[in-house]
């Protein structure tokens, strides 16, 4: 699969979040998404995951058959889209279900993040971090070459970063790509860095604002 | 596979309804003490009671519909659930279609139901408890797509439920109107019963494609 992102600009509630951000992204490649608090990291996931549509520029997907970009990744990120009354094993299956092209068993997944043990537990019993090892787990139920992570260490542990390390170098290494939003090292070999700066002044945004246009 | 996705967001919501904090017995419970108000507030006439029995029990049902549907979508969208089912290899229409199923499962089919048991307090005869009990269940499906376009549209406001209510309600009205003639129709008049019944299927058909298409793009586009 290859991915393209040509000068996507994004405005959310009349403001411009940022602009003219292009990059290009291949089998095995891992791109981290870095920038300030607020420079629009996980607004530009939300773009590439179809959530968000952006004002001007374009996004294409190559090599990857009919299906859009938003049936060829999988998104783990604050919201974690777990429902805390079903267990960890049911959310899974869920998700398995839902997205298609399964792999790995729940239970599978699970044991590979060391939450075996959590197979049968409702998910509102958990904590932060097992929650996000659980939610990463989906990761492994279906197969879906781009993985999008908004900051996906946070709340984990040093073990945990490990295992989440290594199932990014196998992904990569059977031909998936990564985009990751973070500040912190990831343990991504050779990824690039995409640096959201921030948007240029413009006028007509402004010119919104002034005359109320956004009143919420 | 698109069917297997779409038993699987039923399977879960079902789920999701029968487990702590559901709303899947709520809405009865509200709709039974709606209908034994009714009662303490009119007094004792059995004659007024049992004609105003099926207006009763409709309007009855049009509010506990709205219970719970303010988290339709609202839930699913504040826990990223709603992101999921984006990249679900199954247009946004079909899981509506799925979530509204689901929905109407576990409060306008048992609404529908317990129509006959509720419709004893307000002392309805067979025939009108009958005619009430197979309205309802012609009719509420309406009510849950027609609620679900305004649950689609509030799913990000917080506290969207009074929004939700003002929205949807007028949109109730032409379902409300023909589910309480049809039930009346059953009991005599100039009417027969099946002439409101085909009107209140047909605007549950309508709601069914308007409802789909119309909650599936407020979705899309809620921001």
């Known amino acids: 699969m290859r991915l393209t992102a040509q000068n996507l600009t994004v405005r959310r509630s009349g403001r411009r979040i940022f602009s003219d951000v292009s990059f290009t992204l291949d089998a095995g490649e891992a791109l981290m998404v870095t920038g300030r608090n607020g420079a629009g990291k996980s607004t530009l996931l939300a773009v590439l995951a179809g959530r968000l549509k952006p004002e001007a520029g374009t996004l294409t997907v190559a090599k990857v058959g009919e299906a859009t970009l938003p049936e060829c990744l999988h998104v783990v990120g604050h919201r974690d889209g777990l429902k805390s009354p079903l267990t960890a094993e049911e959310n899974l299956a869920f998700a398995r279900d839902l997205l298609g092209m399964p792999t790995a068993s729940p239970r599978a997944a699970l044991e590979e993040l060391g939450l075996g043990h959590a197979l049968k537990l409702p998910v509102a019993y958990l904590s932060a971090g097992q929650r996000r090892r659980v939610a990463l787990a989906r990761l492994l139920v279906c197969r879906r070459p781009l993985w999008l992570l908004d900051e996906p260490t946070a709340a984990l542990d040093v073990a945990s970063q490990g295992v989440l390390a290594g199932m990014m170098a196998r992904h990569r290494a059977e031909g998936g790509l990564v985009i990751a939003a973070t500040h912190q090292a990831l343990g991504l070999d050779g990824a690039r860095e995409l640096r959201i700066a921030p948007a240029r002044p413009d006028a007509r945004a402004s010119q919104t604002a002034a005359t109320g246009d956004v009143w919420w | ?223």
């Open chain 2, 1 to 223: 596979m698109v069917m297997r996705a779409l038993k699987a967001l039923v399977a879960r919501d079902l789920a999701l309804a029968a487990r702590v904090g559901g709303s899947g017995a709520l809405s009865l419970v509200f709709f039974l003490m709606i209908v034994a108000v009714v009662p303490f507030a009119l007094g004792p006439d059995l004659n007024l009671l049992s004609r105003i029995g099926p207006a009763i029990l409709w309007l009855a049902a049009v509010l506990a519909t709205l219970i719970g549907l303010d988290r339709l979508f609202q839930a699913d969208e504040e826990d990223g659930s709603l992101d999921l089912m984006t990249g679900a290899p199954v247009p946004m229409e079909l899981v509506v279609l799925a979530k509204v199923l689901a929905h109407w499962l576990t409060t306008g089919l048992p609404l529908a139901l317990a129509a006959p048991l509720f419709g004893l307090l307000v002392a309805l005869d067979g025939t009108a408890m009958a005619a009430t009990s197979l309205t309802l269940l012609v009719g509420t499906p309406a009510l849950t797509f027609i609620g679900a376009v305004g649950s689609a549209l509030t799913a990000s406001i917080r506290r969207g439920g009074l929004i939700l209510a003002v929205v949807v309600l007028p949109l109730m009205i032409p379902t409300l109107i023909f589910g309480v003639s049809a039930s009346e129709a059953a009991l005599g008049g100039t009417v027969p019963f099946t002439t409101p019944l085909a009107i209140l299927a047909a605007l549950t058909l309508i709601a069914g494609v308007v409802g789909t298409l119309a909650a599936a793009a407020a979705l899309r586009w809620s921001e």
